[in-house]
């Protein structure tokens, strides 16, 4: 089985959009959608490291998740986690245990924000109303990078670090289902979920 592995490309397919976009039906009757994703590098050969990547359903404004708070910290000139999926409407924290001055900002369309300046101790924080994918940056050490995904609808899972994933309570019906690994997407793959029992799905994202 092969792992997938971080990559720092660009998405291929327009997924800021498609994470609200399509025919999600607004209840969930308790089907599963289960898979594998396997990123390949650029030559097809095999992965070289592990990271984890994100599956949705693309839907209509299905009912989202309760909003979260969550952390990002600073951490040895990283962010930690580099990776999180929240509900639209969520705030995640970004608290700075570096002894040293950062300062984390992004300017993707779907949440822009500056923080400025600030020391080890002090921990800012962002709340994210629109679906969509938002890369941070820190303005002082430019090798920093994370990833924030935001969804307006529950249907998303977050795989393990071998590409496993699965996502719970999807209405029976038909759907096209995205696979994203550190800025990388999969075409969206067309679906039939059975009314009952579970249906598998596997990606493989160069």
Known sequence: MLKIRRSFGIWIVPVALALSAGKVPLLAQGVTVTGQVTLLDKGGGPPSDVGQAVVWLT???APAGTPATV???TEDKQFVPRL???PRGSTVAFP???PFNHNVFSVSPEGPFDLGLYGRGTAKSVRFDRPGIVRVFCDI???MNAFI???SHPFFAVSDTE???QIDNVPPGRYNVIAWNEGVASDPKPVDVPDGGATELDFTVR
């Open 96 to 98: 700075n245990h570096d």
């Open 163 to 165: 590409g496993r994933y």
């Open 84 to 86: 999180i999926v929240v």
């Open 71 to 73: 952390e990002i910290a």
């Open 59 to 61: 839907g209509d404004q």
């Open 149 to 151: 995904l935001v969804f």
């Open 141 to 143: 050490h430019s090798h």
